[in-house]
């Protein structure tokens, strides 16, 4: 009996994998140091390259609900751990925007060759390249293979007024916008054209990247994706905040303070545009108390969260009903690894048989709350995060063992100095004055990190 019970709790612990019915089949080399190519299911290719997926997540004992691993991922000092160093480039978008692109390893740490595997990571809510969520995977994916890392190079794209990037325009970012993510991934495929890129995405970023590779399908420009703690329907997720009074008390008030701060960091930059809908909104929210996430979304991000059309959006439902991105997981048309934690007060929605696109593989996990995922570490007391383990052995595979069949993305091209795509005219960008060198345990003070 002694026997069976610890085998059913083990099993307990191992993340739940749901394969689409018929995997799709990709191209793989039989060996890291080998030519030959061999095709093998994606079901297969998972079992082979990420083991860490087929063995028990459980939770440290005193961080044992999702509440405890989230209000950790907030509040514990991470400040030593994981400290990766960056380079910034801001590039410039069409309509006067500006993103910043952080990438590591500096050029003054060490030179790496041109078509080195590279991680693009999109960040959460009111994030950045600080936040340790992202360093706990850029840390082991960047350390030269000497030191036992992979030796990639990890580029994050911070979304506007975020991490110390300049608020240039009257537009934000969102759920739903992807031409932001769209065009710095030219600019890094133009910089880099011999490197193969694998997305990754943590929470808002990873619903945005899961959009973003839906709506390029074949064209996409990355090799493969990774989404974590993604809300998936904004709907669902929104109604479940603020329909609970200790959720909407603490998690949306929480993540709409942090809102609120980061445009108020901007305010001397929104007051060059006095007849925008985001100044206007932005001065009578400002003064609010106590506004929830769906406050702050009803007034500021469904107007000005990205470009018209499809904004503005009438309310903060209909924004969250055009964001949700569980309706175009059918479209992704790379190997795509998706994990989410059953017990995330944040983004508990996971889209379990939603699409039978064989390209998915969705990950539950039993415990791990939003973008926690720890465990206990090797020393009394010490934490270790679970989900860098798949998530660098997803890395790895994606970087040194998949063969892409085909050319990723349209050609590009220059008119007037900016970068565009043929067939599109309406986005592009170019690299403008700026930047600098950024370290990454820095964060931006006045804002709960992540989230």
């Not at 944040?346 to 379990?352: F, L, R």
């Not at 100095?417 to 964060?443: A, M, P, Q, S, W």
Request: aromatic share 10%; glycine share 10%.
């Amino acid at each position: 009996m002694g026997a069976l019970l610890s085998f059913l709790s083990a099993a307990y612990y191992v993340p739940k994998l749901h394969f689409g019915p018929i995997p799709e089949t990709v191209s793989v080399k039989t060996a890291a140091s080998s030519k030959a190519v061999e095709r093998i299911t994606l079901r297969d290719y998972v079992q082979l390259r990420c083991p860490s997926l087929f063995q028990e997540f459980r939770p440290a004992w005193w961080l044992n609900s999702g509440h405890l691993q989230t209000a950790y991922c907030v509040l514990g000092d991470f400040s030593k751990i994981d400290k990766v160093e960056y380079d910034r480039k801001l590039i410039r978008t069409l309509d006067g925007g500006t993103i910043g692109l952080d990438f590591t390893p500096p050029a003054q740490e060490r030179t790496l060759e041109d078509d080195t595997p590279i991680v693009v990571v999109l960040h959460g809510l009111t994030g950045g390249s600080h936040e340790s969520y992202v360093r706990s995977i850029l840390a082991p994916a960047c350390t030269p293979v000497e030191q036992g890392g992979l030796g990639y190079r990890g580029i994050v794209v911070n979304f506007r007024g975020c991490a110390g990037v300049p608020l240039t325009s009257p537009q934000l970012y969102s759920a739903l916008h992807t031409d932001d993510i769209r065009v710095a991934v030219m600019f890094i495929a133009k910089t880099y054209p011999g490197a193969p890129l694998i997305g990754l995405g943590f929470s808002l970023g990873a619903n945005v990247l899961t959009r973003y590779m839906a709506q390029e399908g074949m064209n996409c420009r990355f090799v493969a994706g990774c989404a974590l703690a993604s809300p998936w329907d904004l709907v669902a997720s929104s109604q479940r905040m603020e329909g609970r009074f200790f959720h909407r008390r603490v998690y949306s008030r929480g993540m709409a303070q942090n809102l609120k701060n980061l445009v108020a960091r901007h305010k001397d930059a929104l007051a060059q545009f006095p007849d925008s809908a985001l100044y206007k909104a932005a001065q009578t929210s400002l003064s609010k108390k106590d506004m929830a996430l769906v406050d702050f979304d009803n007034t500021i991000t469904r107007l000005a969260g990205g470009s018209s059309p499809p904004f503005p959006f009438p309310t903060a439902h209909d924004y969250y009903v055009g964001s949700s991105s569980h309706v175009l997981l059918g479209d992704i048309r790379v190997p795509f690894l998706a994990v989410s934690s059953a017990d995330d007060p944040i983004a508990s929605n996971v889209p379990v048989g939603v699409t039978d696109n064989g390209w998915i593989i969705l990950a539950v996990t039993q415990g791990g709350g939003h973008l926690g995922w720890f465990e206990a570490g090797k020393q009394f007391g010490e934490l270790e995060r679970w989900i860098r383990k798949p998530v660098i052995e997803w890395i790895r595979a994606a970087g040194q063992d998949l063969i892409s069949d085909s050319e990723r993305g349209r050609p590009l091209h220059e008119v007037d100095g900016f970068l565009k795509e043929f067939g599109r005219d309406d986005i592009g960008c170019k690299e403008v004055e700026g930047g600098g060198h950024v370290v990454g345990v820095d964060g931006e003070e006045g804002l709960l990190a992540g989230l």
